[in-house]
């Protein structure tokens, strides 16, 4: 029977860093572009942006720092508990002599 590699498993606080960055990455654009549609509400009252959009550029308004800082301090944590337990995930690949 040949030796089969086992299959070594990802580090899944690799995942959890790529989902916490994506995170922020939206909520600061999102944070950057709600002035100009609470800009866009009182320009055209009648004809500006849906009342959706205006509560949420509210919401990132009252929420937006503490939101951009929870993220960051997430994606600190994971990218420690990515890196420090790195050398559990990874792959064991002999060599060819061995």
């Given at each position: 029977?040949?030796?089969?590699?086992?299959?070594?498993?990802p580090?899944p606080?690799?995942?959890?860093?790529?989902?916490s960055?994506?995170?922020?990455?939206?909520t600061a654009?999102?944070?950057?572009?709600?002035?100009?549609i609470?800009?866009?509400?009182?320009?055209?009252?009648?004809g500006?942006p849906?009342?959706?959009?205006?509560a949420?550029a509210?919401?990132?308004?009252?929420?937006?720092?503490?939101?951009?800082a929870?993220?960051?301090?997430?994606?600190f944590?994971?990218?420690?508990?990515?890196?420090?337990?790195?050398?559990?995930?990874?792959?064991?690949?002999?060599?060819k002599?061995?």
């Amino acid at each position: 029977m040949p030796n089969r590699a086992r299959k070594s498993l990802p580090n899944p606080f690799y995942v959890l860093v790529l989902l916490s960055s994506t995170a922020f990455a939206v909520t600061a654009l999102a944070y950057y572009i709600s002035p100009n549609i609470e800009q866009a509400a009182i320009a055209r009252p009648e004809g500006g942006p849906v009342p959706e959009s205006k509560a949420l550029a509210a919401w990132f308004d009252r929420h937006g720092p503490t939101t951009l800082a929870a993220e960051i301090a997430v994606m600190f944590v994971t990218g420690l508990l990515a890196m420090s337990t790195d050398h559990w995930f990874a792959s064991k690949k002999k060599a060819k002599g061995q």
